[in-house]
């Protein structure tokens, strides 16, 4: 299992069409794209990002800014019992920052999170 990041490709969409070998949904912008995985993995530094994992078994990482990530986000922590869950994620490409808050560059950004169990 490699984990894919998506720095540095024309679109998000593109990029997951490439990690996951799947065809692009009809409703799917260039700037926006849904998937479907479970839950792997939260972890925090200067941003908090979370990890899926596709059925496929392909990891993808983006930064975990759905507002259902703000209260994890504020204690830099997902509870325990969140991995594993099954969730449909919404990506568009976010800013990742600095300690200080500087805008380092662009990333992957989780927009919404739907939990599916």
């Known amino acids: 299992m490699t984990r894919k990041h998506l720095t540095g490709w024309a679109s998000p969409l593109a990029a997951l069409v490439v990690a996951f070998g799947v065809q692009a949904p009809a409703s799917a912008s260039m700037d926006t794209d849904v998937v479907s995985g479970e839950i792997s993995s939260y972890e925090c530094g200067d941003n908090c990002y979370l990890t899926i994992v596709s ?46 808050g500087n805008v380092m560059g662009e990333f992957p950004s989780f927009t919404r999170i739907a939990f599916d169990n």
């Open 55 to 100: 059925a496929d078994g392909e990891e993808l990482t983006g930064l975990c800014a759905a507002p259902e990530c703000d209260a994890w986000n504020e204690v830099a922590e997902m509870p325990a019992r969140f991995v594993g869950r099954a969730v449909t994620v919404t990506i568009e490409m976010g800013e990742q920052t600095d300690a200080d």
